[in-house]
């Protein structure tokens, strides 16, 4: 059974502890299917449930405070991602009927899930006593032992996990940290994939069997296509025993999968030039390497988007080592997927200082702040990472911040700023700053410049689609290089088929270079990518006019017209004279679009 395998064994037997009262309604969203049978019934079960809590309560069901309610409420808040809402209504069903055996396990999993660990491991101690060989409560009370440095408690929780994905994955994990914890070198059971080899390269550098570690690596290289991050940690490993070519080696390997992951580049420069650097995180207690071990497993399980269950383990994780800032950040990365922003802020918040993650922790927070509106936090936040840390990414991300307010001449200010901690030449690690600080030109009618750093930006990165879009289809738009603009765009829209701005501006290029029928089906793609976009509206429109589709082109300006925002009088303005006249002359140089669509793919 491979890492995947195990990894949804485990999302399914918490999705099954995740069972409805009564009704076996799996609130696990996303991570499995529940049966259509079970679906069909689930609302003449709660109808049942309610009406029997009525008769004994007197609650009317649907008010907030029967069993009805709070399990309702608590299962629209848990599919809604809002563990801590789901938790506390589900603690009030289980005050009402606190015997339920399904719903005492449900309950401590939603508690360890939303943080209230104390009261999940309470639970499962009571669970335990109705179900014996419960996997997770097993594991819960396991975990708890660990943090309280019981090891031998531990382990007597873990001999009685029964065979089951938990058992495979992360139980050999947890019998190798508790062996050695007594001083025993137990890895036989590690050996199936890079998370198990590399605990028991950590334990046996824990037990300070160095003489293990490199027949150990050997067999950690042999493992099918291994992931960038499973290389790294090798790589890292070999640092730590002083084998810099190998590690060089491995991490030349990493940039082929990951070319722009600055980290690894740096370990490379530092390495080159002689000096020592070593990245590799000792462990120096059983429970840190339980703990790594769970963070382990929420991260699998994180890129498995099984979010439900990586929360639970994220969790665990951070109960285990309060200082697991690792984790945190998983939980953040959690709460951000699924828009629960002021959740996902406050973990990234909390990301020690003194950790290597914290500036991009509280950049990730001040990113956050911005899509919820809260502007000036954020420019507190990022100028404070500035002032404190003299962080030149922070710098870059406040003049992104303002051009994403079309605050262009404010934007230009922070990136010049940014551009001038270089002296005379941007290098190409930074080239996207050739690229954002060059659209603000462009905005600003400032063309010289903005021609001039986006050519700076293509020239280090010439098959970036963005980058080739966007100075395309400005020359477009303004009538010149037209026939490089159509290769540039060409090879943007290859790189990027389904990109909305890159599909109208080829079709764009197309119109000005007066293909009118070519360009058609391109603008009417981009339309049905783009559906509400004014301007690729417009466009379409246009094109229509010239091939004589004048009803169709009409009602193209019309679209466009209606989707136009307020404030932008120029584009009603064009709109209104050619509802009124039609295209009578040539086509001529137009307003520009707003060519950079999502603003979150500017990054590099």
């Not at 069972?19 to 069909?40: C, N, Q």
């Not at 104390?118 to 975990?143: G, I, R």
């Not at 070519?518 to 010239?546: C, T």
Request: aromatic residues 8%; charged residues 25%; proline residues 3%.
């Amino acid at each position: 059974m491979n890492t995947i395998t195990k990894t949804k064994a485990i999302t399914a037997l918490v999705a099954t502890c995740l069972i409805g009262i009564g009704t076996g309604v799996s609130l696990a969203a996303g991570d499995v299917e529940t049966p259509k049978e079970i679906r069909v019934e689930t609302l003449a079960s709660v109808e049942t449930t309610a009406g029997s809590a009525a008769s004994q309560t007197k609650f009317n069901p649907f008010n907030g405070t029967s069993i009805a309610g709070h399990y309702l409420s608590g299962r629209f808040a848990q599919q809604h991602h809002d563990w801590a809402s789901a938790n506390v209504f589900m603690s009030r069903v289980l005050k009402i009927d606190p015997n339920d055996a399904d719903l005492m396990k449900k309950s401590m999993v939603l508690a360890m899930g939303s943080g209230d660990a104390d009261n999940a491991v309470a639970m499962a101690a009571n669970v335990l006593k109705e179900e014996p060989d419960s996997s997770l409560a097993l594991l819960f009370l396991a975990t708890d032992a660990f943090k309280r440095k019981d090891y031998d408690g531990a382990a007597k929780f873990i001999a009685q996990v029964p065979e089951s994905g938990l058992s495979d994955f992360i139980m050999p994990l947890l019998k190798s940290w508790s062996e050695a914890a007594n001083g025993k070198f137990e890895t036989a059971n590690l050996q199936d994939n890079s998370i198990h080899i590399y605990h028991a390269i950590l334990i046996a550098d824990y037990l300070g069997k160095k003489d293990m570690i490199a027949p150990l690596l050997q067999e950690a290289l042999k493992i099918e296509n291994l992931s960038a991050r499973s290389v790294e940690r090798i790589a890292d490993v070999f640092v730590h025993i002083g084998k810099d070519k190998a590690a060089i080696d491995l991490y030349q390997r990493v940039l082929q999968t990951v070319p722009d992951y600055t980290g690894v580049t740096d370990k490379i420069k530092t390495l080159e030039s002689g000096k020592k650097t070593d990245a590799f995180k000792t462990v120096n207690t059983p429970e840190k390497g339980v703990s790594l071990a769970l963070l382990d497993t929420a991260q699998t399980l994180f890129h498995e988007y099984s979010d439900d269950s990586a929360r639970v383990f994220g969790h665990m994780s951070l109960f285990t080592e309060a200082d697991q800032d690792e984790a945190k950040m998983l939980l953040a990365h959690i709460a951000s997927r699924h828009e629960r922003y002021g959740q996902a802020i406050e973990h990234y918040k909390s990301i020690s200082p003194t950790n290597e993650n914290y500036l991009d922790a509280r950049r990730r927070a001040a990113s956050l702040l911005e899509e919820t509106k809260r502007k000036e936090e954020a420019l507190v936040e990022l100028q404070s990472l500035v002032d404190n840390h003299n962080d030149l990414e922070s710098l870059i991300q406040i003049g992104d911040l303002y051009r994403h307010d079309e605050d262009f001449g404010k934007a230009l200010e922070y990136y010049n700023k940014s551009a001038k901690k270089f002296g005379k030449t941007i290098p190409a690690d930074y080239w996207h700053l050739h690229y954002v600080r060059g659209m603000s030109y462009e905005r600003l009618g400032k063309w010289k410049q903005a021609e001039a750093d986006l050519k700076a930006a293509l020239s280090f990165q010439p098959n970036h689609p963005f980058v080739l879009n966007y100075l395309g289809y400005a020359w477009a738009d303004q009538g010149t290089n037209l026939e490089e603009s159509l290769s540039m765009i060409r090879k943007a829209s290859a790189l990027r088929p389904s990109d909305g701005y890159i599909t109208d501006s080829l079709g764009w290029v197309l119109y000005r270079m007066g293909h009118y029928e070519e360009a058609v089906p391109h603008l009417e793609k981009a339309v049905e990518l783009l559906p509400y976009d004014p301007v690729v509206n417009d466009h379409l429109g246009d094109a229509y006019w010239r091939v004589t589709r004048k009803l169709e082109a009409k009602f193209q300006w019309n679209r466009a017209r209606n989707y136009a925002e307020d404030g932008d009088e120029k584009l009603v303005t064009q709109i209104a004279q050619k509802l009124a006249r039609g295209l009578t002359d040539p086509p001529v140089v137009r307003a520009s679009n707003t060519i950079e669509g999502d603003k979150g793919v500017l990054s590099p």
